[in-house]
């Protein structure tokens, strides 16, 4: 490590102090797959040997949901529960939250000091460095319940360095081609990796990948798949669902604000640890179970909603969820922003039916799309005008709006990051 480098580490004090260091040593979107380096340094920390039951959740959709109904329903039933996610929408404490409550500045800050020093001379990238610095605020925690979110992939993302009791897979689609692969199978295999011979493994998508079943194989785990080991079905009114389980079964439950789908793998999975709680006090969980990003509602009149949606999969749900509510307002606009190595054109696709006008938005950084690229990806047809950034859309668009419109902001984390900044300024 370079004399500049030491200087700016020594100098570093606040959380903001801490994220500016390493981000400057390792810009936070360059990415670098590999378990060797978090590896060696966690080792001389043991930060890898996280407390408790420890949950690892992967999948390319799904996974902010999952980790939090799994929080929920745990902290329900009197459990202490550690959760770490990625990315953050506002504050980079949301990182981690112990007991519902997000870590203070000055326990993230200490923990990346304490990385700092583990490390001596081993680089590490802006992800490894916080994780690390994540495992070790659950280890002084000393939780009952570790719930550890995958970053990218699964079979060389940092967080793979665990030992968990059990691994979900939420869903399995194209998204990171760039570092997964470019077709479904490849992608499955990348994210088995973090199957564990022998332990259960909860896998929620509808058409699981041979090589997710292939891997499952190889290591003999205890394997639980949807439609097969555990099912769940709505109402034909919409209005409720039920779960059916290896042992347990619930009928009548309150139909959350996150995927039916999703709730349905966490289940299987407390089931799978017999951890489930009783029924009671799953209905009261899934009644007031929401979170930041995901179908956020911000105002009633007009409409403002904000979703996370940022490849194809995810978008299509958000578009079906968006065709049940349109016929309600006079007028749909989409604020949308998104980063150019995503798939623009299939992401956009479902949602030109639906929408009068689009507000594109140019996201920053080297990954950042220009609204003009996704304006090239929308129909001729499309009604569409283009922004330099958030707050010229939103500045432009909100007193246009009547109280009976519908505003869907979404692409990106980035995206709904930067509406939720203006909001206060914003509302309408």
Partial sequence: ??????SSSQSCQTLADWLSFIEQSHPIDRIELGLERVLQVAERGQL???PGIKILLGGTN??????RCLEQLLLAQGYSVGVYTSPHLLKFNERLRINNIDASDQSWAEALAKVNELRGETALTYFEFTTLAAFALLKEANVDVCIIEVGLGGRLDATNIIAPDASILTTIDLDHQDWLGNDRETIGREKAGIFRAGKIAVVGDLAVPQSVLDKASELDVQLHLVNQDYRYQLAPDGNSWSFQGKSQEFNALPVPALPVQNMATCLACLEALSLLPPLNKIVAVLEALTLAGRMQWLSKSPAVILDVAHNPQSAAYLAAQLSK????????HALVGMLKDKDMRQSLGDFVPLVQHWHLVTLPGPRGASAEQLSQQLPAIAVSQCYENMQNAWSALAPTLAADDLVLIFGSFITVSQFLTLWPQGNV
Avoid: D, F, H, I
């Fill in 325 to 332: 509510l349109a016929p309600r307002y006079r007028c749909v």
């Fill in 62 to 67: 799904g996974k902010g949901s999952s980790a």
């Fill in 48 to 50: 890898q040997q996280l």
């Fill in 1 to 6: 490590m370079n004399s500049q480098a030491v």
